[in-house]
């Protein structure tokens, strides 16, 4: 078998390493919506996909649907019913895809008349003691969400007809602050109803503020494990134009991630070049040294031939 198969059968193997490099090195983008996703009905939303500085081409698109625009952000000028749902994105280089970013879920509210929030035994808790928040609708709703303004995302309480019970025990002065609810049907998750009336809870006899401790986060088996994507990070109002996800803030450079998976591939590309070079050379001098050695026999044949016979006189 002659040595340049093998050599180009290692070159060939070489290239594909770095092609399924190249192609697995490509995060995920970042989806966000500004300023919330949480957006009153007739009101603008953005949302914009942030993935690396050199991208060929961006995609953004609304699940079962078959909407979709390549560009790397949406405007909705003014929110409606059928904006509402899950959305993804994704971008090109060359000619692979990225990964699809994490799903959004983008509430329209305002659908439905706001729920009424109120503290039992009261609004102002002394330090230790168990308070709980009400949350009441007029529809039969099966779904009930509480903010608290700060938080990084919502609480789960005990679900009843009309409303639901979230039970804050042994209040602290990080429980001091404004909560919000919302209410919604599970059949129409993306549509929620406006949020209550802000309900100040206050703990007495503490003398730190709510702005001087850190909050406490909701726990893993709170409402924001089943919806990841809705987390506010800034106050919330009635308004909701303040509440917001920031996967990846705009303009920063990208992760760590990122860079030191284009380091390997670049440090995988010259060593295959090296490897490329190297075998291409073994291969030229083994070929050499074949030729050689089928040549040499003839030779040596050629000066262990007899002489002719001379001739007569």
């Given at each position: 078998m002659s040595p340049a198969l093998p050599t180009f059968f290692c070159l060939g193997l070489c290239v594909l390493r770095v092609i399924q490099a190249q192609i697995g090195s490509f995060p995920k983008p970042s989806l966000q919506a500004q300023p919330s996703s949480l957006v009153a009905l007739e009101q603008s939303v953005t949302l914009r996909c942030q993935g690396p500085r050199v991208v060929d081409l961006y995609r953004m698109e609304k699940l079962k649907s078959e909407e979709y625009k390549d560009q790397d952000f949406l405007l909705i000028p003014r929110m409606k019913i059928n904006n509402a749902g899950r959305y993804?994105?994704?971008?090109?280089?060359?000619?692979?895809?990225?990964?699809?970013?994490?799903?959004?879920?983008?509430?329209?509210?305002?659908?439905?008349?706001?729920?009424?929030?109120?503290?039992?035994?009261?609004?102002?808790?002394?330090?230790?003691?168990?308070?709980?928040?009400?949350?009441?609708?007029?529809?039969?709703?099966?779904?009930?969400?509480?903010?608290?303004?700060g938080d990084t995302g919502p609480y789960k309480g005990t679900k009843r007809w009309y409303g639901a019970d979230f039970l804050i025990t042994k209040v602290t002065a990080a429980h001091s602050g404004t909560y919000q609810c919302y209410s919604f049907s599970s059949s129409f998750p993306y549509l929620w109803s406006a949020p209550s009336d802000p309900l100040v809870l206050v703990v007495t006899g503490s003398s730190a503020t709510p702005s001087q401790v850190p909050m406490e986060a909701p726990s893993p088996t709170t409402e924001a494990s089943r919806r990841p994507s809705i987390l506010p990070t800034t106050k919330i109002s009635i308004t909701e134009k303040s509440m917001n996800i920031t996967v990846s803030p705009e303009g920063s450079s990208p992760p760590f991630g990122f860079s030191h998976q284009h380091y390997v591939k670049r440090n995988l590309i010259r060593i295959c070049l090296g490897a490329m070079i190297i075998i291409f050379l073994v291969g030229l001098l083994v070929e050499h040294w074949h030729s050689r050695k089928k040549c040499l026999p003839h030779r040596i044949r050629a000066v262990q031939r007899p002489l002719p016979p001379l001739p007569l006189a």
């Open positions: 993804r994105c994704s971008y090109q280089n060359g000619s692979h895809w990225s990964p699809p970013s994490d799903h959004l879920e983008l509430i329209a509210t305002g659908i439905y008349s706001k729920p009424s929030l109120s503290a039992h035994p009261s609004s102002a808790v002394p330090p230790g003691r168990d308070v709980t928040l009400k949350c009441q609708s007029p529809k039969s709703f099966d779904q009930f969400v509480l903010y608290k303004e």
